[in-house]
Every structure is written in C-alpha cells, then in structure tokens.
C-alpha cells in the first residue's frame, strides 16, 4: 500500500482565521483528493489535485508531487468549515485503490 | 438529481446475524466502492468493482461480502464473521479515466445489539 499522513489532527479556529492542512504521503501518487466530511458523515470532494494548485473560492490546494505532500488552505473562516478533512491518494501503477489519511478536524468556533 | 444512495441510514444487526446494505448510483459510474470508517479514523477500503459481475477486495474483506449484478447497484453483506461490525459504511463510486473523481453516498450506521 502507501502510507498517508494528515497534520494537525486537530484544530480550531476563531471565525475569520485562516489555516494549512498538510498532507505527506510515502509513495509516488497519480491521483490525489482533498474531501470534507460534515457533522452528518457525508464527504464531499473539494479538490482533484495529483500536481499543482487551484483555487475555489477561499479554498486552495497545492500539491507538490515529488516532494510527496499536498496543502490545503482555508481562508477567512465560516463555521460551515467545520468537518473532518481527508486527502485520499492512489498509489502510481496500483489502478484506482484511494488510500485515505486519518483526517484533520477542524473546529470554526463563532 | 445524479447521485449515491445508501440505505438504511441506521441499522442493528444480532449476534450471528447477516444484514445487507444498499448502495445505488445513477451517475452512470462504472467503478464502485465500498469502505468502512471507526471513529477518528480514516477510510479503509473494504471491497471495489470496477465493472459489472467482477469485484475485488480491499484491505479488510474478512467477513464481508458483496456483488455486482448491475451495473447501478454495489450491496455489501456483513455477515456473522465480521467479529467487530459497528462502524460507519460509505459507499462511493468513480467514473475511470484521466481525471478521476471519488462521488460518496450518505453513509450507513451499523450498530450490534
């Protein structure tokens, strides 16, 4: 398999601050996610991103491929970030088996 | 609307007891997925198939099982083998191909009485 880590494994934050999620993974990667999970379970995909950056709003994600990690940052933020976020990565050459990190839960408090 | 759909929300199941959870898809996917999440934890993928009548396991299979008649729908069993069955199920689907994007249900709540 391929081993993925996720950083911090928590944090909260004041209304309006901004913060970096990290993502580290062991293994060259041809597919990787950024998730949000809300308080109800559901996951939603925020970013496909093996390489480079993009934009949504005030999301943002970099991946920097043969440094093996991803950031996800979040900008000014609302108390509907709150949630775990997951990065989920399949392996280069191993066909589309995701592997899924152990999640940062972000608390926004008001 | 295109979407995962997983039932039933919660369910109890006995001591030796076998209970199945659905999972159906209309967004025309070919690959689907089934995975399991205890508290605080990641995913760990359970079983996927990318194409009717073919399914593979992932990395905790024992005590599962599931089957792809149709192209629509991925149910999983949970049978009596699976010693510690209380988690959260999700069911997720992926349309192969250069970008490959992973599309989640709403998620089961198994719980043993």
């Known amino acids: 398999g391929i081993q993925v880590e996720q950083s911090p494994p928590d944090l909260i934050l004041q209304e309006g601050a901004n913060s970096t999620l990290r993502c580290n993974f062991s293994?060259?990667?041809?597919?990787l996610q950024w998730f949000h999970q809300n308080p109800w379970g559901q996951l939603i995909n925020l970013f496909y991103?093996?390489?480079g950056t993009k934009q949504n709003g005030r999301l943002s994600a970099t991946t920097v491929a043969t440094e093996r990690y991803s950031l996800l940052y979040i900008s000014s933020s609302q108390t509907t970030d709150s949630g775990v976020y997951f990065c989920?990565?399949?392996?280069?050459?191993?066909?589309?088996?995701?592997?899924f990190g152990t999640g940062t839960s972000l608390t926004v408090i008001p | 609307d295109g979407g995962i759909t997983q039932s039933p929300k919660y369910l109890f199941r006995k001591e030796g007891q076998n209970v199945t959870l659905s999972c159906e898809q209309n967004?025309?996917?070919?690959?689907m997925y089934w995975y399991r999440q205890d508290p605080g934890q990641g995913l760990r993928l359970i079983y996927y198939s990318q194409i009717v009548n073919d399914f593979q396991k992932g990395d905790i299979a024992e005590g599962y099982s599931v089957s792809r008649e149709k192209k629509e729908s991925f149910p999983l069993t949970v049978t009596s083998a699976q010693k510690n069955p209380t988690a959260f199920y999700l069911c997720?689907?992926?349309?192969?191909?250069?970008?490959?994007?992973?599309?989640f249900g709403s998620g089961t709540q198994l719980s043993v009485l």
């Open positions: 293994d060259s990667v041809n597919n």
């Open positions: 967004l025309n996917h070919d690959a």
């Open positions: 989920a990565v399949v392996k280069l050459g191993t066909g589309n088996q995701f592997y």
């Open positions: 991103i093996p390489s």
């Open positions: 997720a689907s992926s349309e192969p191909g250069h970008i490959e994007k992973l599309f």
